[in-house]
């Protein structure tokens, strides 16, 4: 009788140990189903802030281009250079494709394209400064050129004789210094020399030769002499480098310090720049290009070297 009795009581406690594990596992497993879905919400909040920003990254693209289309049909009526904005069209529209592209909004690094739409506004805001500048210049032009038609027309009867030939003596100075003016300017204009481009590897590795596997190139370096020149006076010299792609574009990236500066009387593109200390007996120079993702075509691509309005050296390499 007491035998049964303990085997009862032994049953039972087995039962009750069983059940307070089961319950215990219950409480676990409650516990990590919790924590698991908190994780998920957290994740889920992360993506959808991150899609956010993507979309509203892609809509200030988009309101960005259509300001500059603006701009430059504005700035064409206006008599004024747009090169750079062309140029910087085709920047923002490169943007918008690698947005739109990507695989996942976690993919994209959103706080790189924030800060070049920040640089896309400031530029903006500087031609609204520049498309109000041209308006005053036309308007005080145009009020000049009004005043002095009326001057002339009461005048033109008595000083007809004397105005030509004033005219004709101030023309025939300026055209004497304009032609002196030139010849000295293009005597004393620089020369590149032994221009030479040279790969530079992610790992630092300097390549020459002239011809390079895409995939091993990094940087591009270009070393050059100018040549001595008695009549250029020393000091420092903005030299701007021009690299043309097999189809003759422009490789730039105004982000990463491309820009433009005029030559022949036009506003123009270049690819990178550097100030030296130039010599008139003779000086060395060295500017690095680093193409920051920008793939390199295969074939032959131009160098070009500019300072104070000549080109004054080129050569070529070829990307493999």
Known sequence: MDYNQGQKNDRKSLLLAALAILALLNVVLIYFFYKEREKNKEQETVIAAKTEELVSTKMKLDSISAQLDAKIAEIQQLGGQVDSLIALKQQIERDKAALKSASTAASVDVSRYKQKIREYEAILNQKDQDIAKLKEELGIVTAQNQELASKVTGLEGEKQTLQKSFEDSVGTLSNKNRELAEKVTIASALKAEKIAVNAVSAKGKERDGGSYRAKRIDKLKVDFDLAANPISPN??????????????????????????????????????????????????????????????????????????????????????
């Open 235 to 320: 000091g420092e010299r903005e030299i701007y480098l021009r690299i043309l792609d097999p189809e003759g574009a422009v490789m730039a990236d105004m982000a990463t310090g491309s820009g433009t500066f005029v030559y022949q009387g036009r506003e123009t593109v270049y690819t990178a720049k550097q100030t030296l200390d130039y010599s008139n007996e003779g000086s060395q120079g060295s500017i690095i290009y680093s193409r920051g993702g920008i793939p390199l075509k295969k074939g032959e691509h131009t160098i070009e070297l500019y300072c104070q309005g000549f080109r004054i050296g080129s050569t070529v390499f070829k990307v493999k």
